[in-house]
């Protein structure tokens, strides 16, 4: 992994800009899909291979434009032969600085598989696996190192459709974020910057309502927010002892902090026990038979320590489990 200064033309465009050179092939819309909130994420703009995102650093808000060469296409497999990949970073705002310096971080360059590729190791994997590994080269696993923003989403989603809990997140974005730094006359129409700790606590409680979000969640909001520059150091510790100390905070469960720690901190082995669908994914996956947590839990033994990894590759192959019984119903808190 090479971090270099940003040809002229490129440094010229953006308040500061700079140029990584992941080793081997690398898909940018593959590693960074995890952090969006679905395709209407008014904090992301996707055109093309071109990814821009709107947030907050320590130094105030950043627009961030990532532009991938080489490497492998959006969507495409990891077969055959792929010029050098290079992600051509730039960034505005008065948090550019450090917008365009986590960047790498972001993209995954931190992310290691050299324990998942060796070779002993390899071979105790499934055949679904190994063959999705193959096949997914390009892929890691993104590190924001941004808490709140991470959080908050996270915990809109807590036992509720995703739709649902896409939709709520949108609208109060969209009502309480801010204009994304301008980036010049390419700027992405409507792309904000998602709420600050302090813009997330004075959202009232009809707004919240108004986005379909009930009193419970809104309320663990508000709760960890309270904490919010303790919480943010826990981007500094290990994922392990983050997503700990992150459950002490009412509301927040396990299933909760491991969805947090894979987006930022890159985790390669939290599991997210509690969800609706995955311990049955699991299980129909590397069984052909559906299991509770319990159950996906001792089936992901053999790999503990990088198991999210191991999930990874199973939602890369397209796999999906029969359909019995019935779905989760949307559930509209608006009119009560």
Known sequence: MTIAAAPPRLAAGADVSLCWY?????????????L???????????????IWSAFTTPDGPATLRLSPVGGTAAGAHDDGPRVPARVDVQAWGPGAE?????????????????????????????????????????LRL???????????????EQKVTVIEARRGYRYLVQRYGTPAPPAGTSTPKGLLVPPTATQWL????????????????????????????ALERLAGLPAAEAGL?????????????????????GCPDSIAVGDYHLAAYVGAALTGRRTDDAGMLRLLEPWNGQRQRVVRMIQSTGFRKPTFGPRMTIQDHRGH
């Open 202 to 229: 004075q959202v009232p409680s009809w707004e919240w309502h108004k986005a379909g979000v009930g009193p419970q969640r809104s309320a663990t909001v508000m709760r960890a927010l309270r904490s919010a520059v």
């Open 22 to 34: 992941p080793e081997g092939s690398y898909s940018l819309a593959r590693t960074l899909g995890p």
């Open 142 to 156: 993104p590190a924001s190192g941004r808490m709140v923003d991470q959080l908050v989403p996270i915990i809109l």
């Open 98 to 138: 450090l917008a365009a310096r986590a960047a790498p971080r972001l993209m995954g360059a931190e992310d290691d598989w050299s324990g998942f590729d060796e070779p002993d190791f390899h071979a105790t994997l499934p055949r679904m696996v190994r063959e999705a590994r193959r096949r997914s080269q390009a």
């Open 245 to 265: 100390k992150m459950q002490a905070i009412p509301g927040i469960g396990i299933w909760t902090a491991a969805e947090v720690v894979q987006r930022t901190h």
């Open 36 to 50: 969006l909130r679905g395709h209407s994420d008014p904090s992301f703009s996707v055109q093309g291979d071109v």
